[in-house]
């Protein structure tokens, strides 16, 4: 969860983009929808992501998208980690099989996520 120092910096940036006022309530309510949803850095990220995308002061629903996003990429990259531990099992062949099954997921869940506007690495696609 985002601290309030990070989310006040992070709502400092984007109040030069225009279209909104910058009101103690719109804090509140970015607040209280957006912190649970993104670690400090996440969060910060976010904001840039926003200043360098965005002409007009975003509405959650864009950063809900992308820790969405975040989240979904986060599945992928941990299911092909638990497909590479295999907790000294010798079978190399069955390795084999469960990275090629872990990877194939995580390319899915990145597929998904370039679908709905999120950049995807290059060897994933």
């Known amino acids: 969860m985002v601290d309030r120092e990070s989310f006040a910096c992070g709502m ?52 809900v998208r992308i820790a969405e996003a975040n989240d979904e990429r986060e599945i992928g990259e941990r299911g ?14 069955a390795r084999r099989a469960a990275a090629r099954e872990g990877l194939a ?4 869940v990145l597929r998904e996520v370039e679908r ?3 950049k995807v690495l290059k060897w994933a696609k």
Do not use: C
């Open 12 to 63: 400092r940036k984007l109040a030069v983009l225009p279209g909104r006022e910058m009101t103690l309530d719109l804090i509140a309510v970015y607040y209280v929808r957006l912190a649970p949803r993104f670690s400090n850095e996440g969060w910060l990220d976010a904001v840039d992501r926003a200043l360098d995308e965005r002409d007009m002061f975003p509405a959650p629903a864009y950063f």
């Open 80 to 93: 092909a980690r638990q497909a590479l531990d295999f907790s000294g099992e010798e079978d190399h062949e």
């Open 105 to 108: 997921k995580a390319r899915e």
């Open 116 to 118: 709905r506007g999120g």
